[in-house]
């Protein structure tokens, strides 16, 4: 079984930060990774696909890149509504999510 | 608009059984594969189960095999997770999503949800 794993669990930031998580496989899952944003109480969006793609609709302020067993989610200029929880997902072979990572206020 | 409205959450004593709906709106159906992914309060998400978009093929997460089955009617536009010898750990928010064409890819829509509480 392939695992993730994330980093930071939780992130404190401000307003207009630049932030970014990281997301690494137990194994190559070349480019099989997706990135998810969860509000409480809401559904997952899909914000990330194919480790750099982004999703229609999705503000070009989020950035994925990586490969392998490496990647990460940037946001170049977080905003209000961007705090939230962040998963990562391969779907190399089965799916697994990562742990997650909180991004609060600071 | 593409939507996703899971429906039959409740409360069931462990052992139990319980039959979970997804109706899809908005997009060609059976054009895609469909999965089950579960939130247990508090924790992440745990993938749980997919269908092809013919159903076809299934596959399940290890915590659920030979317990839980899907399946689908194109002709409903639905999407369905029986859920048998339930367990206390298998309370959880229940989403159902989108697939892409193929069963190995990224999932773009999601529903609302649905609760399962396994509890006596």
């Known amino acids: 079984d392939i695992q993730m794993t994330q980093s930071p669990s939780t992130l404190s930031a401000s307003v207009g930060d630049r932030v970014t998580i990281t997301c690494r496989a137990s194994q190559s899952i070349s480019s099989w990774l997706a990135w998810y944003q969860q509000k409480p109480g809401k559904a997952p969006k899909l914000l990330i696909y194919?480790?750099?793609s982004l999703e229609s609709g999705v503000p070009s302020r989020f950035s994925g890149s990586g490969s392998g067993t490496e990647f990460t989610l940037t946001i170049s200029s977080l905003q209000p509504d961007d705090f939230a929880t962040y998963y990562c997902q391969q779907y190399n072979s089965y799916f697994t999510f990562g742990p997650g990572t909180k991004v609060d206020i600071k | 608009e593409v939507q996703l409205v899971e429906s039959g959450g409740v409360v069931v004593q462990p052992g139990g059984s319980l039959r979970l709906s997804c109706a899809a709106s908005?997009?060609?159906?059976?054009?895609?594969?469909m999965h089950w992914v579960r939130q247990a309060p508090g924790k992440g998400l745990e993938w749980v189960s997919l269908i092809s978009w013919d159903g076809g093929s299934t596959y399940y997460a290890d915590s659920v095999k030979g317990r839980f089955t899907i399946s689908r009617d194109n002709s409903k536009n639905s999407l369905y997770l029986q859920m048998n010898s339930l367990r206390t750990e298998d309370t959880a928010l229940y989403y159902c999503?989108?697939?892409?064409?193929?069963?190995?890819?990224?999932?773009?829509?999601w529903g609302k949800g649905t609760t399962v509480t396994v509890s006596s």
């Open positions: 999503a989108k697939g892409g064409w193929l069963p190995w890819d990224y999932m773009d829509v």
């Open positions: 194919k480790a750099s």
């Open positions: 908005g997009f060609t159906f059976d054009d895609y594969t």
